[in-house]
């Protein structure tokens, strides 16, 4: 067993509350934005009035998150790491570049499937997307998790 000089021990007991002690400080240095931390996950929320403003303010955070990273000797995956713009339908209506650029040490992040508030339907406390009732292997997953949800 090799001794561990930074970070946590990776299968050990404590391992999990041990690197969310670690990274217990990191919502804090992220500006322009709010966050959820979920074990290893972290969920960065920001809004903005156009496109340009989101750009800018969502590239301060990535630069937030590398500045982090960097002191705490971390790597961000950024083949993990996705974009997702949430608008509704008015919001975006004068505009057609609806693409987020956002960079994280040095590579461009990828931007998941745009999706409109309207295409969003909302199961107990729950929003679901649309394609989910629509697409038919989807809908086979959502009857399933339907039946379970229901049970609870």
Do not use: Y
């Not at 670690?22 to 996950?41: G, K, V």
């Not at 496109?51 to 590398?66: E, G, M, P, R, T």
Request: aromatic share 6%; no cysteine.
């Amino acid at each position: 067993m090799r001794p561990v000089k930074i970070g946590v021990p990776q299968g050990s007991t404590l391992g999990p509350l041990l690197f969310i002690l670690f990274i217990n400080d990191l919502p804090s240095q992220l500006s322009h934005s709010e966050s959820t931390m979920f074990a290893d996950d972290t969920t960065v929320l920001t809004e903005g009035s156009s496109i340009h403003d989101l750009n800018v303010k969502l590239n301060l955070v990535a630069q937030d998150l590398s500045t982090w990273t960097q002191q705490n000797q971390m790597v961000t995956n950024t083949l993990k790491t996705k974009t997702m713009l949430i608008h509704s339908p008015q919001q975006l209506k004068n505009t057609s570049d609806r693409s987020l650029s956002v960079t994280l040490n040095g590579n461009t992040l990828a931007q998941i499937r745009i999706i409109p508030i309207f295409d969003l339907v909302k199961f107990r406390k729950l929003l679901l997307p649309v394609n989910i009732l629509t697409n038919p292997s989807a809908r086979s997953s959502f009857k399933q998790m339907f039946k379970f949800l229901s049970s609870i």
